[in-house]
């Protein structure tokens, strides 16, 4: 059941991914970027994680705690862009108590708006988003196909997976990675793989 639990739960997992891949993503950007990534989140979620232990009602207040602390301590582009993400994720569970493929979808398809509005990037630019939308398109299909939220969250991780991998051919055109122009392409950009990993934590803590 998609419950504050489960939101709790998801946000521990992601935490620990994002602790546990660190040099990975570290190094995914100092190829491409400046090196931080890993570092970046992993302070970020850390602070997130200090606060999990608080009287939380619902899902949504969970993820408007996590969507306050990464835009407060996490520096450079990510942290603003995964705010975001929270934020609006936030504002579309609203305070349901328990969040169902409908609301999943729409919650998903949120946080990638937002992550668009805030660094208008387009698909293909090589950047988070292209993690993002094919989760999205995952979701919505999931929806259509009637599957229960924790089908959708496996559809929707295997396809950012999938998603972060695609951007290995891309030629950044957003982002510190753009500055290197053609010489980006054959390198996977960092901010979709942690996408990829904070995904695979939503459907694996749905499982239990
Ligand atoms: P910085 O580039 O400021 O050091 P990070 O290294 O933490 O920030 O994050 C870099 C990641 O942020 C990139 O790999 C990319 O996925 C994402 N990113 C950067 N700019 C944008 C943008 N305009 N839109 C979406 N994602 C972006
Ligand atoms: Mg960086
Ligand atoms: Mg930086």
Redesign the pocket.
């Known amino acids: 059941m998609l419950d504050v639990q489960w939101a709790v739960s998801w946000i521990r997992a992601a935490a620990d991914s994002v602790h546990e891949h660190r040099a990975g993503l570290i190094e995914l ?1 100092r190829v491409i ?2 090196g ?2 890993g570092e ?1 989140l992993d302070r970020g979620f850390g602070a997130v994680v200090e606060k999990l232990d608080g009287d939380f009602a619902n899902p949504g207040e969970v993820f408007k705690m996590v969507a306050m602390t990464l835009m407060s301590v996490v520096g ?3 942290g603003p ?1 995964y705010g975001t993400a929270f934020l609006r994720a936030a504002t579309a569970v609203g305070d349901s108590a328990v969040l169902d493929s409908a609301r999943l979808a729409a919650m998903l398809t949120a946080a990638r708006d937002g ?1 668009v509005a805030r ?3 387009d698909a293909g630019d090589k ?3 292209d993690a993002w939308t094919p989760a999205v398109e995952a979701a919505d299909e999931a929806v259509e196909n009637g599957l229960a939220p924790e089908e959708l969250l496996a559809a929707a991780s295997a396809a950012a997976e999938a998603g972060a991998r695609d951007t290995e051919p891309m030629v950044a055109r ?4 753009s500055y290197l122009g053609e010489r980006s392409a054959g390198h996977r ?4 793989q942690s996408t990829a990993l904070i995904l695979r934590a939503a459907a694996e803590s749905a499982r239990e």
């Open positions: 950007d970027g400046d931080d990534h970046n450079g582009a990510a862009l992550i660094g208008k990037a950047t988070m988003i957003k982002g510190r990675a950009d960092p901010g979709a």
